[in-house]
């Protein structure tokens, strides 16, 4: 299936986006000898975007054409490219196209500077060297005192450009846009094939995660389709392949196998959708969340034995990324209601030497009806006087998937441990629950009705807090006419109520009228 699309979601480039483009085209020296000149130049001075520009072009005598426009042109650069490889010739090209949607005062966009940094795999995942490549009627040699090249920084400039590389003796995967090297979309003519090859092997961290977030992007859409049509769902295995070869290879930094291991949000994917469906959406996280953590029962059992710890707390990265990977794993087990798994939970609650352990582990017995309630409640008497630990223990049960959620949230609004006149509680409580598309979003309309009611009761405490919690109706048009119905009718009832404030009469009026 061809025509993937690397979903980096739109946004304004940020500045520290476009400082790491600059390291990224001169290299770690090329870099410092730059931000030298700039210091010996500027120091004490007031200074411009063009003169940390103009240090790092003279300092390193380099070329960058059209770089300054990253500052000027607003807007996310979308960049399709097409593969060929020629087994004759022995060579393998990359065609570049850009583009930069129109915004307002821009309706039409000059080409960027954008440098991507491309690696190819061959057949057996390895990074191939890399020799020599021909662009713009030149052809450069990428040989240097003998040492082999397997990643290089192609310098797209034009609307237009073509890279060649030359003596590639079979049909690579390319690795495109390693690190992600600059801040744009990518679409590509990737195959799935493509995408579990880069998933199982690529060399580069940042790509792995991102062809696994691509196909799991894919997966999940495609088995929304199947659901909305009351097929039967069932999981790629090829996808299950490849979750499990990253969960069990040891020579990777635990917290990227955490992050890798980890599915895109109920969120991410009904923004993708034409009409968002929450409860499709749901049905289908949930399925591949069961699938994954029953078909690597074993793997994750394994994993969270490994990755224990009964030594103090440690703040570094290894302790960090050894905690993130084992609660992860136990995110996955907690989605299975079998005795054995949880035991397990509750002996990992019970002998949690930390606040992230015991906290993780509380996350995954929320999964679990047989035992959650009686956990929370033991929780809360352990921790009641840490105002920061019980406002997350509200916001955990406010975002809770259970069905008919609403009614436990209505509890916690008469439980001690909640205060509507205290700003933090209501975004922990009730922003928590808007967070939650299952609830919030049922089709019954309860979850939209307790917020307007709330809303009008805020408004008299706090119109900000209101305001900001009446903005989770924003969106109202995104769904299907029977939530738009039920929304709608929340937001005039809002705007009908006597003495509204003008901070949540704006929000309402602004949203009713989208």
Same mark, same amino acid.
């Given at each position: 299936?061809?025509?993937?699309?690397?979903?980096?979601?739109?946004?304004?480039?940020?500045?520290?986006?476009?400082?790491?483009?600059?390291?990224?085209?001169?290299?770690?020296?090329?870099?410092?000898?730059?931000?030298?000149?700039?210091?010996?130049?500027?120091?004490? +001075?007031?200074?411009?975007?063009?003169?940390?520009?103009?240090?790092?072009?003279?300092?390193?005598?380099?070329?960058?054409?059209?770089?300054?426009?990253?500052?000027?042109?607003?807007?996310?650069?979308?960049?399709?490219?097409?593969?060929?490889?020629?087994?004759?010739?022995?060579?393998?090209?990359?065609?570049?196209?850009?583009?930069?949607?129109?915004?307002?005062?821009?309706?039409?966009?000059?080409?960027?500077?954008?440098?991507?940094?491309?690696?190819?795999?061959?057949?057996?995942?390895?990074?191939?060297?890399?020799?020599?490549?021909?662009?713009?009627?030149?052809?450069?040699?990428?040989?240097?005192?003998?040492?082999?090249?397997?990643?290089?920084?192609? /310098?797209?400039?034009?609307?237009?450009?073509?890279?060649?590389?030359?003596?590639?003796?079979?049909?690579?995967?390319?690795?495109?846009? /390693?690190?992600?090297?600059?801040? #744009?979309?990518?679409?590509?003519?990737?195959?799935?094939?493509?995408?579990?090859?880069?998933?199982?092997?690529?060399?580069?961290?940042?790509?792995?995660?991102?062809?696994?977030?691509?196909?799991?992007?894919?997966?999940?859409?495609?088995?929304?389709?199947?659901?909305?049509?009351?097929?039967?769902?069932?999981?790629?295995?090829?996808?299950?392949?490849?979750?499990?070869?990253?969960?069990?290879?040891?020579?990777?930094?635990?917290?990227?196998?955490? %992050?890798?291991?980890?599915?895109?949000?109920?969120?991410?994917?009904?923004?993708?959708?034409?009409?968002?469906?929450?409860?499709?959406?749901?049905?289908?996280?949930?399925?591949?969340?069961?699938?994954?953590?029953?078909?690597? %029962?074993?793997?994750?059992?394994?994993?969270?034995?490994?990755?224990?710890?009964?030594?103090?707390?440690?703040?570094?990265?290894?302790?960090?990324?050894?905690?993130?990977?084992?609660?992860?794993?136990?995110?996955?087990?907690?989605?299975?209601?079998?005795?054995?798994?949880?035991?397990?939970?509750?002996?990992?609650?019970?002998?949690?030497?930390?606040?992230?352990?015991?906290?993780?582990?509380?996350?995954?017995?929320?999964?679990?009806?047989?035992?959650?309630?009686?956990?929370?409640?033991?929780?809360?008497?352990?921790?009641?006087?840490?105002?920061?630990?019980?406002?997350?223990?509200?916001?955990? +049960?406010?975002?809770?998937?259970?069905?008919?959620?609403?009614?436990?949230? %209505?509890?916690?609004?008469?439980?001690?441990?909640?205060?509507?006149?205290?700003?933090?509680?209501?975004? =922990?409580? #009730?922003?928590?629950?808007?967070?939650?598309?299952?609830?919030?979003? =049922?089709?019954?309309?309860?979850?939209?009705?307790?917020?307007?009611?709330?809303?009008? +009761?805020?408004?008299?405490?706090?119109?900000?807090?209101?305001? /900001?919690?009446?903005?989770?109706?924003? /969106?109202?048009?995104?769904?299907?006419?029977?939530?738009?119905?039920?929304?709608?009718? +929340?937001?005039?009832?809002?705007?009908?109520?006597?003495?509204?404030?003008?901070?949540?009469?704006?929000?309402?009026?602004?949203?009713?009228?989208?």
């Amino acid at each position: 299936m061809a025509g993937v699309s690397l979903n980096i979601h739109e946004h304004a480039v940020t500045g520290a986006e476009v400082v790491r483009m600059y390291k990224t085209l001169l290299g770690t020296q090329g870099f410092r000898k730059g931000t030298d000149l700039y210091f010996e130049r500027h120091d004490g +001075q007031a200074v411009t975007c063009e003169d940390f520009f103009a240090a790092m072009r003279d300092a390193n005598n380099a070329d960058f054409a059209n770089f300054l426009l990253w500052y000027s042109q607003a807007g996310t650069p979308v960049v399709k490219v097409t593969t060929n490889y020629n087994a004759e010739g022995r060579t393998f090209s990359l065609k570049f196209s850009q583009e930069v949607p129109p915004t307002p005062g821009q309706p039409t966009k000059e080409p960027m500077f954008i440098p991507v940094v491309v690696g190819l795999l061959d057949s057996s995942g390895k990074d191939m060297p890399l020799s020599s490549i021909y662009h713009g009627g030149k052809l450069e040699s990428f040989a240097s005192s003998g040492q082999n090249v397997y990643t290089t920084v192609l /310098r797209v400039t034009k609307k237009e450009e073509e890279f060649v590389f030359n003596d590639i003796s079979e049909k690579p995967t390319p690795s495109i846009l /390693r690190g992600f090297s600059a801040p #744009i979309r990518l679409e590509s003519d990737l195959t799935d094939k493509d995408l579990l090859f880069l998933l199982a092997h690529d060399s580069d961290e940042f790509n792995r995660w991102e062809a696994g977030q691509v196909l799991a992007r894919k997966l999940m859409l495609s088995l929304v389709a199947d659901f909305q049509q009351n097929k039967a769902l069932a999981l790629n295995p090829q996808f299950l392949q490849g979750i499990k070869s990253i969960l069990t290879d040891s020579s990777l930094d635990k917290e990227f196998i955490a %992050k890798a291991i980890t599915l895109p949000g109920i969120g991410e994917i009904m923004d993708m959708m034409t009409v968002a469906d929450p409860d499709a959406v749901h049905a289908v996280r949930t399925f591949i969340r069961k699938q994954l953590a029953s078909e690597l %029962k074993q793997e994750l059992l394994i994993t969270v034995k490994n990755n224990r710890s009964s030594g103090a707390y440690e703040f570094d990265h290894n302790n960090m990324a050894r905690r993130a990977l084992k609660n992860i794993a136990l995110a996955y087990l907690g989605s299975l209601e079998d005795a054995d798994i949880r035991e397990l939970l509750l002996n990992e609650y019970r002998n949690a030497t930390n606040m992230t352990d015991q906290f993780a582990a509380l996350v995954a017995i929320d999964q679990q009806p047989a035992i959650r309630e009686e956990i929370l409640a033991d929780f809360y008497n352990k921790w009641q006087h840490d105002y920061l630990v019980v406002t997350k223990w509200l916001a955990l +049960q406010a975002m809770s998937d259970l069905p008919g959620n609403v009614e436990n949230v %209505k509890k916690l609004l008469k439980h001690t441990a909640f205060d509507m006149r205290n700003p933090n509680k209501v975004y =922990s409580l #009730i922003g928590g629950f808007c967070g939650s598309p299952v609830n919030f979003h =049922s089709k019954d309309g309860s979850g939209y009705k307790f917020l307007g009611e709330l809303v009008v +009761q805020l408004d008299k405490i706090n119109p900000q807090v209101a305001s /900001r919690m009446v903005s989770a109706f924003s /969106r109202w048009k995104r769904y299907d006419e029977t939530r738009q119905s039920l929304a709608k009718e +929340q937001l005039e009832m809002i705007l009908s109520a006597e003495g509204l404030s003008e901070n949540v009469f704006e929000i309402a009026s602004k949203s009713l009228a989208a």
